[in-house]
């Protein structure tokens, strides 16, 4: 043998020749069982070890897409059965949480996908219809799940209405009635075109009276007046020039001023009387012209009804006596009070006329158009 041959010594030789004839002898898997097999990790040699399973015991694996792949659809109907489109649909989990809102299409439809499993609940809005809203269900896995009984019923019908006291509803009313003027310049108070107005109490009585008996333009009107009985000399114990201007002037604004407050305010307020002038405004001529002269006699109570002007001619008659006063003493007398009433009388009859006619078309501000 080779290994022999550079041992000389023959106790040496002896000695290799037996560990030579021992690894003969045994088998080669013995010797392999004595050695450990190593991995490394980070450098450093470790025993292999078995790795963890990556599903519990017992388990199957779970599809990596399998949380998103349920969905929930319908259709929204009406109580006959047709189709709703547009109706707002909500999705929302059990507790209310995450909802998913769309509109349904035009065949009613509505369809939310890639769900994951859970519980949910659908509630459905649409203009018109009553709210719905379904139970609580379960959607598992992979479900398509179908909402039954989609059925929207009609909404009740919701009237608000809102009661206010008359007398808000009569000031709403003379404010604009106080807008109204004749070529936008000469006051038309005493006309209302809302054939139905609320009544006025004594107190919005007085309210409108100062506010017509003091406008400006009604004093234009004294002015010209007085000027017209100047040139005119009605009245001679006035005299002329400017002290029998101021007298006839002063005169004017004392008839119009008594005249005014009594028949507009004080028996009104006293007899539950309407002083306003309604329009009628519909029908033939002549049944306008009637309105329109008996109007000047009959007037509607504070209640609606319909009765005996008494407010204008006691005001005539006591602004008649009142004149007596301050009138020269030539002029006085039953004469002067009578006098004045059929004027006043006379001058009611005229104006109606105009408002039933004229003023309509010639007034700004006209809230109304008269008996329906």
Same mark, same amino acid.
């Given at each position: ?61 779970? /599809? =990596? ?7 929930? !659809?319908?259709? %929204?109907? +009406?109580? &006959?059965?047709?189709?709703? #489109? ?47 809203? /379904? =139970? ?7 479900? !398509?799940?179908? %909402?039954? +009984?989609? &059925?929207?019923?009609?909404? #009740? ?216």
């Amino acid at each position: 043998m080779l290994a022999f041959r550079f041992v000389s010594s023959p106790f040496l030789q002896a000695l290799l020749a037996g560990v030579l004839l021992l690894c003969s002898i045994l088998p080669a898997g013995a010797l392999a069982q004595q050695q450990i097999p190593t991995r490394r990790i980070n450098d450093v040699s470790l025993p292999d070890t078995p790795l963890p399973h990556p599903y519990p015991e017992n388990s199957a694996p779970q /599809s =990596p897409s399998a949380e998103g792949s349920a969905s929930v !659809a319908g259709t %929204v109907l +009406d109580a &006959s059965g047709a189709t709703i #489109s547009g109706a707002n649909v909500r999705l929302s989990h059990g507790d209310g949480s995450q909802p998913h809102t769309m509109m349904s299409e035009a065949n009613g439809e509505f369809s939310f996908a890639m769900l994951p499993a859970g519980s949910y609940l659908v509630t459905v809005n649409a203009k018109g219809f009553a709210p719905f809203s /379904s =139970p609580v269900f379960a959607v598992a896995i992979l479900q !398509a799940y179908e %909402v039954p +009984d989609v &059925s929207l019923s009609v909404a #009740s019908a919701s009237i608000e209405v809102t009661v206010r006291p008359t007398e808000f509803i009569a000031a709403e009313q003379i404010r604009a009635e106080e807008k109204q003027r004749l070529v936008g310049f000469f006051p038309n108070f005493y006309t209302s075109y809302i054939y139905d107005a609320a009544p006025l109490t004594a107190k919005q009585k007085f309210s409108l009276a100062m506010r017509g008996t003091f406008d400006p333009v009604a004093m234009l009107g004294v002015g010209m007046a007085a000027g017209i009985e100047q040139a005119t000399n009605s009245y001679a114990g006035y005299g002329q020039g400017a002290a029998g201007y101021s007298k006839r002037f002063a005169a004017k604004f004392a008839d119009g001023r008594t005249s005014d407050l009594l028949t507009h305010a004080v028996f009104p307020a006293l007899l539950h009387q309407d002083p306003r002038y309604y329009y009628q405004g519909s029908g033939s001529v002549k049944s306008r012209v009637a309105h329109a002269v008996t109007s000047a006699f009959l007037t509607r109570s504070d209640t609606g009804h319909t009765v005996f002007n008494s407010s204008y001619f006691l005001g005539d008659l006591s602004a008649g006596a009142l004149s007596n006063l301050y009138y020269p003493k030539a002029n006085r007398g039953a004469n002067l009070v009578f006098t004045n009433a059929a004027v006043g009388l006379a001058g009611r009859i005229g104006t109606n006329l105009m408002r039933e006619f004229l003023s309509k078309h010639l007034s700004t501000n006209v809230p109304g158009d008269g008996k329906p």
